[in-house]
């Protein structure tokens, strides 16, 4: 199985050496006609993505961090103007409707309602549809525990030195490597040992009591953006390619679980195995 999908050596080094590059290389213009990308296609659009001047002017940014400033300011306005629940679908806004969260999360922030219940994956659609407005690159990526569960993030681009960096607005955090104090991306989480990574809530605040919870996920990941074939990254040395996820019906491999995803829009997913510390 782990032909039809291994990448080649060159990918490799590149993952290995801290992603650099975009998944949209691997991908093509998508007829968008399977329901996943369907689905999204409409929530996303169902509002225009709205109010980017409003949100900038909420923005807390710390111009300590110059190369980080306003993305962090961007994950701080998400992840502090909502609240961790499950999705209530049938509320207004819909949780995946970018123009309607964003315009929900800056009436939150001038106390005219309630925070929004977001999940992982619903916050950080907010903070692209956020970032897409300031041109900034963003890309979301799912990690996977060795067992039951999966969580998400963005990576974005650093326009001065075109490295990735997670960002996360569901735990607000993002990482660094504990001996260097350099941020990371997910490749560098996937092959770096957990013991020499921190997350941090700012630039002086680190620790993983802020992120216990996945403290287990950084064993495989899938790059996507609804625009590109889906490239999953995989250290075996913490994650069994086997492993049947028993969230999908019917339970299935990482691999199957983005072919049935994504497969039909984008292609068959792109696999590439990585060695790296526990």
């Keep these: 199985m782990l032909k039809k999908w291994l990448l080649s050596g060159i990918l490799l080094a590149v993952v290995v050496g801290g992603i650099a590059v975009s998944a949209a290389l691997f991908g093509y213009v998508a007829h968008k006609e399977a329901w996943p990308a369907k689905i999204h296609s409409y929530l996303a659009g169902r509002t225009s993505a709205c109010c980017v001047d409003e949100v900038r002017e909420k923005l807390n940014i710390n111009t300590a ?9 961007v994950r701080q306005f998400v992840h502090g103007n909502s609240v961790n629940a499950d999705h209530d679908f049938g509320h207004d806004p819909h949780p995946y409707d970018t123009g ?3 315009r929900a999360l800056l009436e939150v922030s001038d106390g005219e309602r309630e925070p ?5 994956s619903s916050r950080s659609n907010a903070m692209t549809g956020i970032l897409d407005q300031m041109a900034y690159q963003s890309r979301q990526v799912h990690v996977f525990a060795p067992k039951a569960g999966s969580h998400t993030f963005l990576e974005v681009k650093d326009a001065s030195d075109g490295r990735w960096y997670i960002q996360d607005p569901d735990y607000n955090l993002f990482w660094i490597n504990r001996l260097s104090g350099e941020r990371l991306g997910l490749g560098e989480m996937l092959t770096t040992s957990r013991n020499d990574v921190l997350p941090c809530v700012s630039e002086n605040v680190c620790d993983w009591k802020f992120a216990e919870p996945i403290r287990n996920y950084f064993g495989a990941g899938i790059y996507f953006n609804f ?23 019917p339970p299935g491999t ?9 497969g039909a829009d984008y292609g068959e997913p792109i696999l590439s195995v990585v060695h790296g510390a526990p």
């Design 65 to 73: 961090s110059k190369s980080f400033g306003v993305v962090d300011a």
């Design 100 to 102: 309607g969260v964003i």
């Design 116 to 120: 929004m219940g977001l999940m992982c």
């Design 227 to 249: 625009d590109a074939t889906p490239l999953i990254v995989v250290n075996e040395d913490r994650f069994d390619l086997d492993a049947q996820l028993p969230y999908m019906t």
């Design 254 to 262: 990482i691999v199957e679980f983005a072919q049935r995803t994504w």
